[in-house]
């Protein structure tokens, strides 16, 4: 995820900027750039790459000035290079930006401004643009006035901040569904998307709630809505440590990446609908599609391609393909797919999923493909990364950057990423009217809340975690597209408590699996309400008759039956449909595995032999 960190009133400003970009490394990136203001003019220097680039470029070009602001992007709009890396100046060189997030609206924006040159692909540059020409159009310019009118213009996400020539001592900040930080210690201004950038310097800091708009000065930090209508930030005083401060206060990265995903999942279906300049429907798009919709059209078969949990992903994809767009689908996973000779050609569609994109398997594999003269979608969550530049169109799971070897996030939004697919290839089949695509787009968008809700199940699956910590062997069920979810379930338990689990299909218990029940066995079933609910619950009887101890995962509002036979129950909010409900099982199981390896004293976020990209066969 993208870093920010601005500092106004000390002469080592660059210095102060360059540190905490450092804190924030651990959130990934892939260029880094800082800004600095004076009255005369701004001065930006960015590279692409890792900081170093960027501390090299400065020693040949430095900066001084009491007043600037620097970021580490992780591209979402634009590859990652020097051109795409933040801050953004209007032509002019009147007003600099950061921005963390996704302006969903930036298209509409930039075609607001007319016949304008933009000197990168991003997003973020458009407020800029907007930020001058607000000025321009001031007699006495004001930099917060001119933003208060940005702001107000923009939809999406954002944690964003401005300096201008005009007012140089002033860097102003404004937030929406991305941290932003504020604070002023000893004559200093500060901002930062994370308090590990501001650890240093302060632990009295503001957070600024949604909707607010901050003026740091040397003076102080003044706080107001969008109309100037001053209001109050969070308080709070910092006690963690600096390893707890980049955690976000989570002991390990795979709790924080975990309770990352409402936001994960948000950003993910952030700006998928276009309204097209004729006033027809709003049409769902990908990010980079350069697939022809009429060859999409004509494709007859679908191989879905990937490793270990994105693979998981994938069985959801084929079951969205089969259901929306009435496509045959197999998944396959991608070392085994590039060792065959599977039946491929113009018509067959290759979608490889990688969170990475860098994983050797699925890129071979995809090539596979390819030389078959296969189209290929990449679905990926890192911008630039090789399977991404090599497919011949994308889908971004706007995750974030996952640092924990063990998948969450990145799989969530995979799942969102599927059913997106699924709804495109039905659109450009003309398998759907746009007003049902965009009703469950709609829909869809409940998904961030019912995960937040399903995250207060922690507690209790805490205390199952506690009772089942050394059990040696766990059997995980399921149906439709509880299957994957098992899977990964099992996988997840395996990978960081590195206890024997395996998943299997509900139905096939009776064709062998079941003999491997005795007491004590523990068997997680995945039982949420829909078409294949009553199987599951006849399998659940099945298991417990053998001795079993059955923990069920349930939609509210059918859990009756499920409480009458397993031992546990842990029951869901309703999902918008049964697809996307896999999104919810999965978190109880997140969470029962990392619950799980903290009990067992195992290192969650670096299980042993695991690495969290693998480059190699
Ligand atoms: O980066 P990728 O999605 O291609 O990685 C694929 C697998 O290596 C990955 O999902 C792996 O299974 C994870 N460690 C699961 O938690």
Same mark, same amino acid.
């Given at each position: 995820?993208?870093?920010?960190?601005?500092?106004?009133?000390?002469?080592?400003?660059?210095?102060?900027?360059?540190?905490?970009?450092k804190?924030?490394?651990y959130?990934?990136?892939?260029?880094?750039g800082?800004?600095?203001?004076?009255?005369?003019?701004?001065?930006?220097?960015?590279?692409?790459?890792?900081?170093e680039?960027?501390?090299?470029?400065?020693d040949?070009?430095?900066?001084?000035?009491?007043?600037?602001?620097?970021?580490t992007?992780?591209?979402?709009?634009?590859?990652?290079?020097?051109?795409?890396?933040?801050?953004?100046?209007?032509?002019?060189?009147?007003?600099?930006?950061?921005?963390?997030?996704?302006?969903e609206?930036?298209?509409?924006l930039?075609?607001?401004l007319?016949d304008?040159?933009?000197?990168?692909?991003t997003?973020?540059?458009?407020?800029?643009?907007?930020?001058?020409?607000?000025?321009?159009?001031?007699?006495?310019?004001?930099?917060?006035?001119?933003?208060?009118?940005?702001?107000?213009?923009?939809?999406?996400?954002?944690?964003i901040?401005?300096?201008?020539?005009d007012?140089p001592?002033?860097?102003v900040?404004?937030?929406?569904?991305?941290?932003?930080?504020?604070?002023?210690?000893?004559?200093?201004?500060?901002?930062?998307?994370?308090?590990?950038?501001?650890?240093?310097?302060?632990?009295?800091?503001?957070?600024l709630?949604?909707?607010?708009?901050?003026?740091?000065?040397?003076?102080?930090?003044?706080?107001? $809505?969008?109309?100037?209508?001053?209001?109050?930030?969070?308080?709070?005083?910092?006690?963690?440590?600096?390893?707890?401060?980049?955690?976000?206060g989570?002991?390990?990265?795979?709790?924080?990446?975990?309770?990352?995903?409402?936001?994960?999942?948000?950003?993910?279906?952030?700006?998928?609908?276009?309204?097209?300049?004729?006033?027809?429907?709003?049409?769902l798009?990908?990010?980079?599609?350069?697939?022809?919709?009429?060859?999409?059209?004509?494709?007859? %078969?679908?191989?879905?391609?990937?490793?270990?949990?994105?693979?998981?992903?994938?069985m959801?994809?084929k079951?969205?393909?089969?259901?929306?767009?009435?496509?045959?689908?197999?998944?396959?996973?991608?070392?085994?797919?590039?060792?065959?000779?599977?039946?491929?050609?113009?018509?067959?569609?290759?979608?490889?999923?990688?969170?990475?994109?860098?994983?050797?398997d699925?890129?071979?594999?995809?090539?596979?493909?390819?030389?078959?003269?296969?189209?290929?979608?990449?679905?990926?969550?890192?911008?630039?990364?090789?399977?991404?530049?090599?497919?011949?169109?994308?889908?971004?799971?706007?995750?974030?950057?996952?640092?924990?070897?063990?998948?969450?996030?990145?799989?969530?939004?995979?799942?969102v990423?599927?059913?997106?697919?699924?709804?495109?290839?039905?659109?450009?089949?003309?398998?759907?009217?746009?007003?049902?695509?965009?009703?469950?787009?709609?829909?869809?968008?409940?998904?961030?809340?019912?995960?937040?809700?399903?995250?207060?199940? $922690?507690?209790?699956?805490?205390?199952?975690?506690?009772?089942?910590?050394?059990?040696?062997?766990?059997?995980f069920?399921?149906?439709?597209?509880?299957?994957p979810?098992?899977?990964?379930?099992?996988?997840?338990?395996?990978?960081?408590?590195?206890?024997?689990?395996?998943?299997?299909?509900?139905?096939?218990?009776k064709?062998?699996?079941?003999?491997l029940?005795?007491?004590?066995?523990?068997?997680?079933?995945?039982?949420?309400?829909g078409?294949?609910?009553?199987?599951?619950?006849?399998?659940?009887?099945?298991?417990?008759?053998?001795?079993?101890?059955?923990?069920?995962?349930?939609?509210?509002?059918?859990?009756?039956?499920? %409480?009458?036979?397993?031992?546990?129950?842990?029951?869901?909010?309703?999902?918008?449909?049964?697809?996307?409900?896999?999104?919810?099982?999965?978190?109880?199981?997140?969470l029962?595995?990392?619950?799980?390896?903290?009990?067992?004293g195992?290192?969650?976020?670096?299980?042993?032999?695991?690495? %969290?990209?693998?480059?190699?066969?």
């Amino acid at each position: 995820m993208c870093g920010i960190i601005g500092v106004t009133g000390r002469s080592d400003a660059v210095e102060c900027i360059l540190g905490g970009l450092k804190r924030l490394e651990y959130r990934g990136y892939d260029s880094a750039g800082v800004v600095t203001a004076d009255a005369n003019d701004l001065d930006v220097v960015k590279r692409a790459g890792k900081l170093e680039n960027l501390v090299r470029a400065l020693d040949d070009n430095p900066l001084a000035s009491q007043v600037g602001i620097g970021h580490t992007r992780w591209a979402t709009h634009g590859e990652p290079n020097d051109r795409n890396a933040h801050p953004h100046t209007d032509p002019s060189g009147r007003v600099a930006v950061v921005h963390n997030g996704i302006l969903e609206n930036y298209q509409e924006l930039k075609a607001s401004l007319g016949d304008v040159r933009f000197a990168s692909d991003t997003d973020s540059e458009v407020a800029a643009h907007l930020a001058a020409r607000e000025l321009e159009r001031m007699d006495e310019p004001d930099l917060l006035l001119a933003v208060r009118r940005v702001v107000a213009q923009l939809r999406g996400a954002y944690s964003i901040c401005f300096v201008a020539v005009d007012d140089p001592d002033t860097i102003v900040v404004a937030k929406h569904e991305a941290p932003l930080i504020v604070a002023h210690a000893d004559g200093v201004g500060y901002c930062a998307s994370d308090v590990a950038a501001l650890i240093d310097h302060t632990r009295d800091v503001a957070a600024l709630l949604d909707g607010q708009i901050a003026r740091i000065t040397p003076d102080g930090v003044d706080v107001m $809505d969008v109309d100037g209508t001053p209001v109050e930030p969070h308080r709070f005083h910092v006690d963690w440590d600096l390893d707890a401060a980049e955690k976000q206060g989570y002991d390990h990265f795979m709790l924080k990446e975990i309770h990352e995903q409402p936001q994960a999942v948000a950003d993910t279906l952030l700006d998928r609908l276009n309204a097209p300049p004729d006033g027809g429907p709003a049409r769902l798009h990908l990010d980079e599609m350069r697939i022809d919709e009429h060859e999409l059209a004509r494709i007859d %078969k679908v191989f879905i391609l990937a490793c270990g949990t994105s693979l998981h992903a994938g069985m959801i994809g084929k079951l969205a393909i089969e259901h929306w767009a009435g496509i045959p689908v197999d998944v396959e996973v991608a070392s085994e797919f590039r060792y065959r000779d599977p039946i491929v050609d113009p018509h067959t569609l290759v979608i490889a999923i990688s969170q990475s994109g860098e994983t050797i398997d699925t890129i071979a594999a995809a090539s596979h493909g390819r030389d078959q003269r296969a189209p290929v979608i990449a679905l990926c969550n890192v911008v630039g990364s090789t399977l991404a530049r090599e497919a011949d169109g994308v889908l971004y799971t706007h995750a974030g950057p996952e640092i924990a070897v063990a998948s969450t996030k990145a799989f969530t939004t995979q799942i969102v990423g599927c059913l997106l697919i699924g709804l495109y290839l039905a659109q450009v089949r003309g398998r759907m009217y746009a007003s049902e695509t965009e009703d469950i787009l709609t829909r869809l968008q409940q998904i961030p809340a019912a995960i937040e809700q399903t995250l207060l199940l $922690d507690g209790e699956v805490r205390e199952l975690a506690e009772r089942y910590q050394d059990t040696n062997y766990t059997m995980f069920i399921g149906r439709h597209a509880g299957l994957p979810i098992a899977m990964e379930g099992a996988l997840k338990l395996k990978e960081i408590s590195y206890l024997h689990a395996e998943a299997f299909p509900a139905g096939e218990m009776k064709h062998g699996p079941i003999a491997l029940i005795e007491p004590g066995s523990l068997v997680v079933a995945l039982a949420p309400a829909g078409h294949v609910f009553g199987k599951m619950v006849s399998n659940i009887q099945e298991v417990r008759a053998r001795g079993a101890s059955v923990l069920a995962i349930g939609t509210d509002g059918s859990t009756a039956d499920l %409480k009458e036979h397993a031992h546990h129950v842990l029951t869901l909010p309703e999902p918008p449909n049964e697809l996307a409900g896999s999104v919810l099982s999965v978190i109880p199981l997140q969470l029962f595995s990392y619950h799980i390896a903290t009990l067992r004293g195992e290192d969650v976020d670096q299980p042993r032999n695991l690495a %969290k990209t693998v480059t190699v066969e």
